[in-house]
């Protein structure tokens, strides 16, 4: 053997190279409705108490603690999940999962399932991966508005399994455990141990299904996967919450497959809203609880990691960029990344480039002109041409000034 082949036989050997690197998703809400896209501010900007029209210093009124770094956005606004599925692919993310509630109509399931279904487009566009997490309470709720007869809900489970069998799962661009197609269940919720076999019964290959830690009896032959466990109101210590993983990682040692939980925070606005009491608080601790769930996460068994999440505003779990926090989660990702993958050759500087081509979209005075202009600077972020890219986008930047 030559020493060339002896050093990359090496290095793709090594633990934590990029020959064994994890899978990388964040879990993504696409739920958000604005004015200036859809015609009023949806229920996830107000959740029916706040004005998000009201703008005091410099601030305007959401359902959240934090705010957007591009501002109030649409999930339904293909400028806006550009600029997130750039953010993820500069970041070192290698996709999003979905946080998804069916194909039926009833309260805004339909648009989520729209919005779910354009951000994929992106994804598919960045070369990034996609799966989905499915709200199974969405049937509960069906069931109880009388939208869905209660002797329905098997039925409709199977509908729903069935179209993402066809639409979803056998995309190239859908994540993937082994050979089978990556199906998360947010509990579940509805459908109890002896009716999930009939609704994945016929599934080929059958999805690889993964429930919450305390629920995984509820989903025969499921693994589990972590989240930010917050709950009764409490204020959890970073002893409480590395128990918590200390025991998702016994579970893995144990055989379990799991899915890695990395979270930066957790800080509800429920209280504020009016809805209920607050489900707990999990501190930032300066980035440093970001920083350890993701190392041990990257330490961990777990072959997948999810981050949750990418932009729950209302639970206050966000890594996209905001006016509170700037870059901070996403320059970490972006830098182990790098340190991991040769291949990987995107910097800091390079994830200010999508939320400077969003806001020069939003808010350059010539944008009916120049849209073709912003088209092709967003072909050469999609095509890994940043240092181009900024070159124009400073130069642009220069003459409007948003």
Not at 116 to 130: N, P, V
Not at 309 to 325: A, R
Not at 335 to 347: E, L, M, N, Q, S
Not at 378 to 388: D, I, K, M, Y
């Amino acid at each position: 053997m030559c020493w060339l082949g002896f050093i990359a036989l090496l290095w793709f050997s090594l633990p934590g190279t990029a020959a064994e690197r994890k899978l990388v998703l964040a879990h993504y809400m696409p739920w958000y409705e604005s004015k200036a896209v859809s015609g009023q501010w949806g229920w996830h900007w107000t959740m029916n108490k706040f004005q998000p029209d009201k703008v005091v210093q410099g601030r305007r009124e959401l359902a959240s603690h934090y705010r957007p770094l591009i501002g109030a956005y649409d999930s339904n606004d293909p400028h806006a999940l550009e600029c997130h599925a750039l953010l993820m692919k500069f970041a070192g993310i290698d996709g999003a999962i979905l946080d998804w509630y069916g194909i039926r109509k009833h309260n805004d399931y339909a648009v989520i399932h729209r919005n779910s279904q354009h951000f994929i487009k992106h994804l598919r566009r960045a070369g990034l991966k996609f799966a989905v997490c499915y709200e199974d309470q969405t049937v509960k709720h069906m069931v109880t508005a009388k939208i869905l007869p209660p002797a329905q809900d098997v039925p409709h489970g199977q509908e729903v399994m069935r179209w993402l069998q066809t639409n979803w799962f056998r995309d190239p661009a859908y994540a993937q455990n082994g050979d089978r197609p990556l199906l998360l269940v947010f509990g579940p919720q509805h459908f109890t141990a002896a009716q999930w076999p009939q609704l994945t019964n016929g599934l080929k290959p059958a999805p690889a299904t993964y429930a919450l830690p305390h629920l995984t009896s509820r989903l025969p032959g499921s693994g589990a996967f972590g989240w930010p466990p917050v709950h009764g109101g409490k204020r959890l210590t970073p002893a409480d919450w590395n128990q918590y993983l200390n025991d998702l990682d016994q579970r893995a040692a144990d055989g379990e497959s799991i899915i890695a939980a990395v979270f930066p925070k957790f800080h509800d606005i429920y209280q504020e809203a009016g809805l209920h009491d607050s489900y707990g608080y999990l501190d930032d601790q300066n980035g440093q609880t970001f920083e350890q769930t993701l190392d041990r996460a990257w330490r961990g068994k777990a072959r997948i990691i999810q981050i949750a999440t990418w932009n729950d505003f209302g639970e206050g779990t966000i890594i996209e960029p905001t006016q509170e926090f700037g870059y901070r989660y996403l320059e970490s990702l972006q830098g182990r990344r790098a340190k991991i993958d040769p291949a990987f050759h995107f910097i800091p500087a390079d994830l200010r480039l999508p939320v400077m081509l969003y806001q020069l979209r939003k808010h350059d005075p010539k944008i009916k002109q120049l849209d073709p202009h912003y088209d092709a600077i967003a072909l050469q972020l999609f095509s890994n041409r940043t240092v181009e890219a900024r070159k124009t986008l400073l130069a642009l930047w220069n003459r409007v000034k948003p």
